[in-house]
């Protein structure tokens, strides 16, 4: 278990992966397992692969009042601001702002993982093909009293996407996304 509180995590880059399949988290990494993340900036980072800002692989994050902005993932990856790959995720009184990816999700993309998001903004996030704000694969999760809005992208879904997902949206504004196809 770690807990990072009150941290700025700023101006990184990962530009290969280390041979063994593990790689991306501009600004951090987790593997295998469980972090609160409070009160901190993760912003202007870079990936050549999944999670310009964060990539959370098989783990348990908690993220509260966290500022995810500015980050980017390149060369045909996903998750410009967050990746969470077979991860939980509860995301709360948070903002996810100005990240792109190459990929899916702009802002969040969540493959076989689940996410609960409370009380965040979503917004000015860009994708590639799908996801603007956030993409969905695989994933049962819940977007409450959150605002999603002006993503983009260059396919489908410029706030939300969501392939074999349940999404249970509460109290939430979804407004002024743009998908170029549908």
Do not use: K, R, W
């Given at each position: 278990?770690?807990?990072?509180n009150?941290v700025?995590i700023?101006n990184?880059s990962v530009?290969a992966?280390?041979?063994n399949?593990n790689f991306g988290?501009g600004?951090?990494?987790?593997?295998?397992?469980?972090l609160?993340i409070?009160n901190s900036d993760i912003?202007?980072?870079?990936?050549?692969?999944?999670?310009?800002?964060?990539?959370i692989?098989?783990?348990s994050?908690?993220?509260d009042?966290?500022?995810?902005s500015?980050n980017?993932?390149?060369s045909?990856s996903?998750g410009?601001g967050?990746?969470?790959?077979?991860?939980?995720?509860?995301?709360?009184n948070s903002?996810?702002e100005n990240?792109?990816t190459?990929?899916y999700?702009?802002g969040?993309?969540?493959f076989?993982s689940?996410?609960?998001i409370?009380?965040?903004?979503i917004k000015?996030?860009?994708?590639?093909?799908?996801g603007?704000?956030?993409?969905?694969?695989?994933s049962v999760?819940e977007?409450?009293?959150?605002?999603?809005?002006?993503n983009s992208?260059?396919?489908?879904?410029g706030?939300?996407f969501l392939?074999y997902?349940?999404v249970?949206?509460?109290n939430?504004?979804?407004?002024?996304n743009?998908a170029?196809?549908?």
């Open positions: 278990y770690a807990s990072i009150n700025e700023d990184n530009i992966d280390d041979g399949g988290g600004g951090f990494y987790s593997y295998n397992s469980s609160d409070i912003v202007n980072n870079s990936s050549t692969y999944d999670g310009g800002g964060l990539m692989n098989n783990s994050i908690n993220l009042n966290v500022n995810i500015n980017q993932s390149i045909y996903s410009g967050i990746c969470c790959s077979d991860s939980d995720m509860i995301l709360s903002v996810v990240n792109s190459t990929h999700g702009g969040i993309a969540l076989d689940d996410a609960i409370n009380q965040s903004i000015s996030n860009n994708a590639g093909p799908d603007g704000g956030i993409y969905f694969h695989n999760s977007i409450n009293y959150s605002e999603i809005s002006n992208t260059g396919i489908d879904g706030g939300l392939i997902s349940n249970s949206i509460n939430a504004t979804i407004t002024n743009i170029l196809e549908g």
